[in-house]
Each structure stands twice: as structure tokens, then as C-alpha cells.
């Protein structure tokens, strides 16, 4: 038992030095020296993991090649886990590909066979069966749109098919291009606000800029021109689809253009990057307002919200999860990493990475790389962020490509 008076012993990182006294002095002291030195540990401790950009991609497309050239479990596991993550994928692969090709013409054989193997093969099974790619929901109801098609489906397919004539034009894909085009254009026009369904009476930012972005690439491969319906498009979202509180996107609506949800980082990040090819200044505006509402650097590490923090929403699967306290989401702050590099936003690009390389579990064996804390999905992502530039300059000539400087 302790004496009446007596002090408890208190801590000490050191010695353990007991008594007021003591704390009060070389305690306090050492107590201080302590918390300097953590701060300034923790201040550096990004550097250790700060990244190379162009050393992660070539380990980061072995790693997506050998994805595609050899089927198996992964990619099995990857479809039933979700099957819209096994589309995206493929779509941010055939990105990555394609614009290492336009930069690397000593490879671009072998990766426009990559891009037409992974063509072949999505063709093969959205032709199959319907609803390949889709979550099963898709059934739920009856489309609005009497097409009964998802734009989620023909903007991606739509998407890797101008990526890939874009880089070579060849006959065999100019038919199914055009179809998909043609459809995509059809169903926006259809639209109450002019904008295409994914799921029965749900309508997706992010689907309805994909399929912009692959109408504007279409228009460049075929000479066709769609850019009043983008510009139509346009205006209509600024009157219907903005969150009048931060001027951001809604990330979901319906077919009439009511708001289902409201600003997601894991649509705007990604919807920004393809309205580049619709309006510069507005895709622009909008990375600038999401990167004030979502984004978070501490230390040299960053990360991103999926929801602002006026505007409270709940994660889902294609979300992620969100850690506490620090209200970091897995998905915004993933494509947070696209959103960066297309618009050149380097200091958070580099915390992006760092946190990707301290939290992702980075795994590089046999001069590939994967991240062990996603998937192929988010490694696709990744290496499409790291090497987009080439292929929207190519639609978008005013583009600088300003994170590949």
C-alpha cells in the first residue's frame, strides 16, 4: 500500500524517474526531448516511403500483363467478387496499354496484342451473356430507357475500343466501336437529363462521363463529331447534377435526374479525369473542389473522404472501406491517384503514393509489383494513373499531360 502523501511512480519513456521533482524537471525535460523526436520521426517517416513514379511502372505492367495472358483463380476470384470490378479493370488496363504504346513504339506490338486479347475476350462474354459484368440488381426492375441497355456496360466496352484505334486503327474493331458509339449516343439523347442508365431507373456520373470520354475519342478514330451532345450534356449537369452546396457532381440519380447520392470521391476523381475530354475548365474546377473537400495530407502521407464532410454518406462495396478517425476511404483515395496525375497535382500525387506504398503492402516478386490490399483492379488503376497522358492529348490537344513532367 502506499503511504499516505506519497506520489504514484509516473511514467517515464527513459528512466522511470519518480516525485514531482523529478517530473518537473530532467523528467519534463526528457518528456520534451521525447515528443520532439517522435514528431520529427514521424514528419521524415514519409520519406522511407516516398515513391519513384516511373520505377513503379514497369513492375506494375509485368504484373498487369501476366494478369491477362494467363487465366486462372485471380482472375476468377475477381469476377465473383464483383463483376463490374472485373470490367473496370480490364478498362483501365487497355488505358494503361494504350498509352504505352503511343510513348513506347518499341513495344507497342506486343501491347496492342495485350489490348486486343483483352478486347476479344470482354466482346466474347458481354455477348454471351447479358449481364456478365453487372451486379445482380440488374434485374430488379425495368429499365426507363426502352433500349433496356446498361451504359455502364457500352461506355467501358466503348472506352477500350477508341483506346485501341486510337493507338492503330484496324478494321476488325471499327464496326463494333461505332455500334457501341451509337448506342451510347442514342441512349443520352433519350435522356430526361440527358444522361444513360446503368441500373433500372439508376443513373451513374461515373458511367455517363466514361461513355463522354469514349464519344469524344470515337469522334477522333471516325471523324464523326458528338461534341454538341457533350456540350449539351454539360449544361444540363450544371443545372441538374450539381450539390449546390460544393458545387460538386452527385455521384447517382434517376433516370429523371432526381439525386440519389450526393458527391463521392470515387466518381468525382474519375469524373474529372474524363470530362477533360468534354470541358477542360470545368473538369478543372471540378478536381479543384474536390480536392478542397476530400482530400488530406498530414506528414507527407495524403489520402481521400468518398464523402465530404458536410455531407455525410455510407461506403459500399465498390467504396471500400473507410478507417476512422483519419476518414480515409480505400476507393477515393485510390482514384485519388488518377486525379492527381491528370491534373498535375504533384506534392499530392507523392503523398498518395507514399501512403499507397505504407498501407497498400506492396508485394514485387519476379519484377512484378501488386499491391496485397486491393486487387487487380486497383493495381490496373494505378498503373493507368502513372501513365495517362498520350491518348486523351490525342483527343484533347490543349491537354499538357502535366503529371509527365
Not at 449546390?244 to 452527385?250: D, K, M, V
Request: contains cysteine; glycine residues 6%; neutral net charge.
Amino acid at each position: 500500500m502506499r503511504p499516505p502523501g506519497a506520489w504514484p511512480r509516473p511514467f517515464s519513456p527513459f528512466d522511470g524517474t519518480a516525485g514531482p521533482a523529478a517530473l518537473d524537471h530532467r523528467g519534463m525535460r526528457r518528456l520534451g526531448l521525447f515528443v520532439v523526436l517522435t514528431l520529427a520521426w514521424l514528419s521524415a517517416l514519409h520519406l522511407v516511403f516516398r515513391q519513384d513514379r516511373a520505377a513503379l511502372v514497369e513492375p506494375l505492367l509485368a504484373r498487369t500483363l501476366a494478369f491477362w495472358a494467363a487465366p486462372g483463380a485471380e482472375r476468377a476470384r475477381l469476377r465473383s467478387t464483383n463483376p463490374e470490378w472485373d470490367l473496370m479493370s480490364r478498362t483501365f488496363s487497355v488505358l494503361a496499354f494504350a498509352n504505352l504504346a503511343l510513348e513506347r513504339p518499341a513495344r507497342r506490338d506486343e501491347l496492342l496484342r495485350a489490348i486486343d486479347a483483352v478486347l476479344e475476350d470482354t466482346l466474347r462474354a458481354d455477348a454471351a451473356q447479358e449481364d456478365a459484368f453487372v451486379l445482380p440488381y440488374f434485374h430488379r426492375a425495368s429499365f426507363r430507357d426502352r433500349a433496356a441497355r446498361s451504359l455502364f456496360l457500352d461506355g467501358e466496352l466503348a472506352l477500350m475500343l477508341a483506346a485501341r484505334q486510337s493507338v492503330a486503327p484496324d478494321t476488325r474493331w471499327a464496326a463494333p466501336l461505332r455500334e457501341r458509339a451509337d448506342r451510347i449516343a442514342a441512349q443520352l439523347e433519350r435522356g430526361p437529363v440527358l444522361s444513360g442508365e446503368s441500373y433500372p431507373d439508376e443513373a451513374w456520373t461515373f458511367c455517363n462521363t466514361v461513355a463522354l470520354a469514349a464519344l469524344a475519342l470515337s469522334d477522333r478514330v471516325d471523324g464523326r463529331d458528338h461534341a454538341a451532345l457533350r456540350r449539351r450534356w454539360l449544361e444540363v449537369a450544371k443545372r441538374r447534377l450539381v450539390e449546390p452546396r460544393t458545387g460538386l457532381l452527385i455521384s447517382s440519380f434517376t433516370w429523371d435526374g432526381a439525386p440519389l447520392d450526393g458527391p463521392e470521391g470515387s466518381t468525382l476523381w474519375l469524373a474529372a479525369h474524363m470530362l477533360q475530354l468534354v470541358d477542360e475548365d470545368f473538369a478543372r474546377e471540378q478536381y479543384r473542389r474536390a480536392r478542397e473537400a476530400l482530400g488530406c495530407t498530414a506528414l507527407g502521407f495524403a489520402w481521400a473522404r468518398e464523402w465530404p464532410a458536410r455531407l455525410r454518406g455510407h461506403d459500399d462495396v465498390d467504396s471500400g472501406p473507410t478507417i476512422p478517425l483519419v476518414d480515409a476511404n480505400a476507393g477515393s483515395s485510390g482514384l485519388a491517384v488518377l486525379g492527381a496525375a491528370a491534373f498535375g497535382d504533384r506534392a499530392y500525387l507523392d503523398g498518395l503514393l507514399a501512403s499507397l506504398a505504407f498501407a497498400g503492402f506492396p508485394r514485387q516478386r519476379d519484377g512484378s509489383l501488386r499491391f496485397a490490399a486491393g486487387n487487380q483492379l486497383g493495381d490496373a488503376v494505378i498503373l493507368y494513373s502513372l501513365v495517362q497522358g498520350p491518348l486523351w492529348a490525342r483527343a484533347q490537344p490543349r491537354l499538357a499531360a502535366e503529371a509527365r513532367r
